[in-house]
Nanobody, 129 residues
């Protein structure tokens, strides 16, 4: 079992920035993939960003972004702390939602919620115009 704890959500005005954090309780061979999803009530969770690192070479990192956030959001990790971050810049009202981090990747697309076994409780991001 892996526990994920997110933090950093807040209310900001359009154009502002936030940094979300996701701390994992322990490392496993299945959580060398971590992702951020967001969800608005009444919709499915949408993959926002993912990060993958090779277990044999943890410095070999691959990141992917949804088209809607590319160039504005950055996902990165602090290996020593076991924490993944999502730096969000130039926030827009459409970025509003509950943001969740996920790990325990089972395979397939990294932007599909069902591909992940472990989830955090979520942190709310609200962007006003």
């Amino acid at each position: 079992q892996v526990q994920l704890v997110e933090s950093g959500g807040d209310s900001v005005q359009a154009g502002g920035s936030l940094r979300l954090s996701c701390a994992a309780s322990r490392r496993t061979n299945s959580n060398n993939v971590m992702a951020w999803f967001r969800q608005v009530p009444g919709t499915e969770r949408e993959g926002v960003a993912s990060i993958y690192w090779r277990i044999s070479d943890p410095k070999d990192v691959t990141t992917n972004y949804a088209t809607s956030v590319e160039g504005r959001f950055t996902i990165f990790r602090d290996r020593a702390k076991g924490t993944v971050y999502l730096q969000m810049n130039s926030l827009q009202p459409e970025d509003t939602g509950m943001y969740y981090c996920a790990t325990g990747f089972r395979g397939g697309s990294m932007f599909v919620a069902d591909a992940y076994e472990y989830w955090g409780q979520g942190t709310q991001v609200t962007v006003s115009s």
